[in-house]
Structures are given as structure tokens and as C-alpha cells.
């Protein structure tokens, strides 16, 4: 079955750094756009970054220079460094698979069931 | 940055009857406009991409329109499983900078 596993949220303190990891199954990870989408408590849908199949990054305004995106073929596993954390970045994080044909994206298409990332004192 | 609005925030529909659901992008996103159904303590799922093509699965009560900045989403014969809520995201523009609606929250 294609999905998506997300692990390493938990409770960090503001300026603490945190992993989160997203492991793939039934695909592979490299051959795909992915992505990271966080959903604070209550709140909608936040888009937070990209790795495209070349392994061109792009991040959300409110995250970049802060969080890194990554992707380890030999584990068909996607990353997401969080550093400089702030309490603002409270939420579920969300990893999906973002169909393509060539350039044109058709959304995200497979999501795992998300990781919650607390920042708080 | 284009900015995503839904309308309205809530709406109060029957089982049977049809709902459409708005979004409106704050620039044109030619037809780069996708669709999700969100229920509690769920993880979205895809509905509709390209503005109007369902995404595998999804049953064919489901149909989305528009292109530019006017879309719109409707759902027909709404069934019990439907009342979720709904977001629409645009991933048009280079470099990405992908944003979602705000969401529409269908309710019985």
C-alpha cells in the first residue's frame, strides 16, 4: 500500500531544533515532488516546503532560513530540520506526495497521518 | 504572494441536496487550482486538481469549475460522509510558493 509514516514531533522549547522524518512505502521518494504542510491547532492548512525530483528546495516565507528539507534515497525517507523554533510553529506536520507530470503539478496526492510539533516554555 | 479566500466560511446543507463551495485566488492562477476534504483528525485528501479533474477515487458527486481567480467546488446529493471541511490550495507560479484557502466548513 502507497503511505506515507510521519515520526520525531514532540514537545521543544523556543530556539530548540527538532527532526521530523517521513518514511515512504510503495514508492520511492526521490522520483517524486514532496512535500511538508503543517496545520496549526485549530487553525487551516499551511504550506511549508518542496524538494522537486532534481532536488531543487523551496520554503514558505515564514520558515525559510529556519527549516531544511531533505530526502535520503537509501531510506526512501523525506526530512524536515526544524531550527530556531518558535511558538508560532505549533502544529500537526503534515508530509505528502505531490503528483507531476513533468513540471505541472495534479496536488498532493498521498499524505501520512501527521506528527504534532509543540513550542512551548 | 496570491492570496486564497473561501466562501462562505460555514454552510448548512441537507443530506441529498447540493452544495457549491467558492474560492477566489487574489491574482490569476490560470487553472493551477486543487481541491481537499478535511475531516477531524484526518489528513486532507486530494479531490480535485487542474481546477476540474477528480482525483482517483473520488466519487463523481464531486465536480470542480472556474479558472483565473473564480473557482468553485460543488458536491451533489450530499451523502453523511461529506460533511468535512474543504480547502482550496493554487500551484501556479515560479518559484513555488504554494497557499491554501482559508476553508469552508460543510456542516448538516
Known amino acids: 500500500e502507497v503511505q506515507l509514516v510521519e515520526s520525531g514531533g514532540g514537545l521543544i522549547q523556543p530556539g530548540g531544533s527538532l527532526r521530523l522524518s517521513c518514511a515512504a512505502s510503495e514508492f520511492i521518494v526521490s522520483d517524486n515532488y514532496m512535500t511538508w504542510v503543517r496545520q496549526a491547532p485549530g487553525k487551516g492548512l499551511e504550506w511549508v516546503s518542496v524538494?522537486?525530483?532534481?532536488?531543487?528546495?523551496f520554503y514558505a516565507d515564514s520558515v525559510r532560513g529556519r527549516f531544511t528539507i531533505s530526502r535520503d534515497s537509501s531510506k526512501n525517507t523525506l526530512y524536515l530540520q526544524m531550527d530556531s523554533l518558535r511558538v508560532e510553529d505549533t502544529a500537526v506536520y503534515f508530509c505528502a506526495r505531490e503528483s507531476a507530470t513533468g513540471i505541472q503539478s495534479h496536488g498532493m496526492d498521498v499524505w501520512g497521518l501527521g506528527t504534532t510539533v509543540i513550542v512551548s516554555s | 504572494d496570491i492570496v486564497m479566500a473561501q466562501s462562505p466560511a460555514t454552510l448548512s446543507v441537507s443530506p441529498g441536496e447540493r452544495a457549491s463551495l467558492s474560492c477566489r485566488a487574489s491574482q490569476s492562477v490560470s487553472r493551477d487550482l486543487a481541491w481537499y476534504q478535511q475531516k477531524p483528525g484526518q489528513a486532507p485528501r486530494l479531490l480535485i486538481y487542474?481546477?476540474?479533474t477528480r482525483a482517483t477515487g473520488v466519487p463523481s458527486r464531486f465536480s470542480g469549475g472556474g479558472s483565473g481567480t473564480e473557482f468553485t467546488l460543488t458536491i451533489n446529493s450530499l451523502q453523511a460522509e461529506d460533511f468535512a471541511v474543504y480547502y482550496c490550495?493554487?500551484?501556479?507560479?515560479?518559484?513555488?510558493?504554494?497557499?491554501f484557502g482559508p476553508g469552508t466548513t460543510l456542516e448538516i
Open positions: 524538494i522537486y525530483t532534481g532536488g531543487h528546495t
Open positions: 487542474g481546477a476540474s
Open positions: 490550495q493554487q500551484y501556479h507560479g515560479w518559484p513555488p510558493n504554494y497557499t
